[in-house]
């Protein structure tokens, strides 16, 4: 380990941590002004898409499974799947960072690299931050997108007759937590997917192109989030299994582990695909994988007809 | 104690604790999707202003020194008057929530109430947030503002010739920590200042109107914040003792406890006072108390003319 490395949190200080996240970062036409003053400007087109997400340690990543930059990326994938999940489009980012002070200076810039690294695939901008020390390392990530002039795709815009698609995984994040909770590494896809969300970044967009009535991040499991959708829209929907192909190492999971695999794609969070209800299967965008429909009905979600029996998704303060 | 009030963050549920904050929200023009999708939707008027704030229990609070409610009026506080120092109007606020699955709900509840109860002070809205577990209360709070069609007011605009003007309070924070760290609970107006510092948020509108050149919150102590100022515009800035007026209750604590009542003034953070540089006199706005001028020369802040010994203010991991 370097002398450089071997600083802790607390020697590099406040200011030296934010001087090492704000360093090289590009010039942005729609940063007027960048970190460094009271606040951030940011030039927005049209209304402004506003959302927060937070990664405690211990609660959501564990430092024995992830590596700093990982961290990073997670929490700034899973802060920015809401921006597509509206329809917006990401332009800038703040970062609450509150760390013990005992920390090593290299964990904290290695999970700020991870976050300029997950920043750069949706081309949002980081403008600013607020370093704190606190018990546990918490990364609060808020997001803010434009919608230049479009309208939001909302949650309560599903109608009988509409289709279901899915853009992205489900359940492989849950089952790679699955596999490191038994202590093992593998199938790495799995356990990859789990560090860091591989989010469609560009799912909005194909939404919207598509006239979504309706469009939700995947976050808390398929049917749990599926269950919003039909909540605020008022429908039914209904999931059909015959939709999916299993993939092999969700299959292969499942049977060593012997958990029914659906249990990983119907109510496994934190992949953050994306699940969009379109009027007729010829508007499903390509990409997009028609896994159900909408019906008129008591809200609810079924799964090829009927209910599904067990936890559908996650509480943080219920672990169900 | 009532049945509901005994009841845990946990029984309650993340979900719960959402639906509990979000109940009574007015409806906003300014806000056309609230909490409950993905994202909020808001209309900004001209460019954007975004600034983030946290604070750690055990760090920022402690929970035998604060009321719930306090804890939340602080957050807010801390986190508008960044948009206050930039010059621009509070529109809409997101906040990450973190806390023990054991914390009380009403605590949490509380604290929520005391944020609306701020928040309506600088008319700025609450449009979403996040809510997890984690060891410690941990409360990120995301403010964004507009600016109308006007520029940010920045640091960097101080130049020589220009006045410093100071607008609300400064050490009455740092001395109300000073009498809680003794044990004692008086002066209760000291105390009350460390627990929910009094913000002008007129201040803003105030620094506009007189054309200010440069705009500071003080968060850190008056020093180090002119400081920033100094550093910014490449000028140097004095400070004249003689244009303040030492407050009652900081003369008594400073006698009873044997320190000098200018550490408190010229160090202490946390107030958010607000100061400006103005091009003249009789550009200062009402309300606001001059007390020094910027010279040219090693950007450097000076007290009477010399440097001042001692610490200037406040790093998060150097308590110093």
Same mark, same amino acid.
Request: proline fraction near 6%; charged fraction near 20%.
């Given at each position: 380990?370097?002398?450089?490395?071997?600083?802790?949190?607390?020697?590099?200080?406040e200011f030296g941590l934010i001087a090492s996240i704000t360093?090289?970062?590009?010039?942005?036409?729609?940063?007027?002004?960048?970190p460094g003053?009271?606040?951030?400007?940011?030039?927005?087109?049209?209304?402004?898409?506003?959302?927060?997400?937070?990664?405690?340690?211990?609660?959501?990543?564990? *430092?024995?499974?992830?590596?700093?930059?990982?961290?990073?990326?997670?929490?700034?994938?899973?802060?920015?799947?809401?921006?597509?999940?509206?329809?917006?489009?990401?332009?800038?980012?703040?970062?609450?960072?509150?760390?013990?002070?005992?920390?090593?200076?290299?964990?904290?810039?290695?999970?700020?690299?991870?976050?300029?690294?997950?920043?750069?695939?949706?081309?949002?901008?980081?403008?600013?931050g607020?370093v704190?020390?606190?018990?546990?390392?918490?990364?609060?990530?808020?997001?803010?997108?434009?919608?230049?002039?479009?309208?939001?795709?909302?949650?309560?815009?599903?109608?009988?007759?509409?289709?279901?698609?899915?853009?992205?995984?489900?359940?492989?994040?849950?089952?790679?937590?699955?596999?490191?909770?038994?202590?093992?590494?593998?199938?790495?896809?799995?356990?990859?997917?789990?560090?860091?969300?591989?989010?469609?970044?560009?799912?909005?967009?194909?939404?919207?192109?598509?006239?979504?009535?309706?469009?939700?991040?995947?976050?808390?499991?398929?049917?749990?989030?599926?269950?919003?959708?039909?909540?605020?829209? =008022?429908?039914?929907? *209904?999931?059909?299994?015959?939709?999916?192909?299993?993939?092999?190492?969700?299959?292969?999971?499942?049977?060593?582990?012997?958990?029914?695999?659906?249990?990983?794609?119907?109510?496994?969070?934190?992949?953050?695909?994306?699940?969009?209800?379109?009027?007729?299967?010829?508007?499903?965008?390509?990409?997009?994988?028609?896994?159900?429909?909408?019906?008129?009905?008591?809200?609810?979600?079924?799964?090829?007809?009927?209910?599904?029996? =067990?936890?559908?998704?996650?509480?943080?303060?219920?672990?169900?």
């Amino acid at each position: 380990m370097s002398p450089q490395e071997s600083h802790s949190l607390g020697e590099l200080g406040e200011f030296g941590l934010i001087a090492s996240i704000t360093a090289d970062l590009a010039d942005d036409p729609r940063v007027p002004v960048g970190p460094g003053d009271d606040g951030a400007v940011v030039r927005i087109d049209g209304d402004l898409v506003v959302s927060t997400d937070t990664v405690v340690e211990g609660v959501h990543f564990r *430092n024995d499974w992830s590596l700093p930059h990982e961290v990073g990326q997670r929490a700034v994938a899973a802060a920015v799947a809401d921006l597509i999940a509206m329809g917006a489009r990401p332009v800038a980012m703040v970062v609450a960072f509150s760390a013990p002070a005992d920390l090593p200076a290299s964990w904290a810039k290695q999970c700020t690299q991870g976050m300029k690294l997950e920043a750069a695939k949706s081309g949002i901008a980081l403008v600013g931050g607020d370093v704190t020390s606190g018990p546990a390392v918490t990364v609060a990530v808020t997001v803010l997108g434009d919608l230049a002039g479009h309208p939001p795709i909302l949650r309560d815009g599903a109608r009988p007759g509409d289709v279901v698609a899915l853009r992205g995984r489900v359940g492989w994040s849950a089952a790679g937590l699955r596999v490191l909770s038994r202590g093992f590494r593998s199938p790495r896809v799995l356990v990859e997917a789990y560090k860091v969300p591989e989010v469609v970044y560009s799912a909005g967009g194909e939404a919207r192109s598509g006239g979504a009535t309706a469009l939700i991040d995947i976050s808390d499991g398929l049917l749990a989030d599926l269950g919003h959708i039909a909540d605020a829209s =008022g429908v039914r929907v *209904n999931v059909d299994r015959a939709a999916f192909t299993l993939p092999d190492p969700l299959q292969a999971v499942s049977a060593a582990i012997g958990v029914d695999p659906w249990t990983f794609i119907l109510t496994g969070g934190e992949d953050h695909a994306f699940a969009g209800t379109f009027s007729s299967p010829d508007r499903v965008p390509e990409g997009w994988l028609v896994i159900g429909e909408v019906l008129a009905g008591e809200p609810s979600v079924t799964v090829d007809g009927t209910a599904w029996e =067990g936890a559908s998704g996650w509480d943080h303060f219920h672990r169900s």
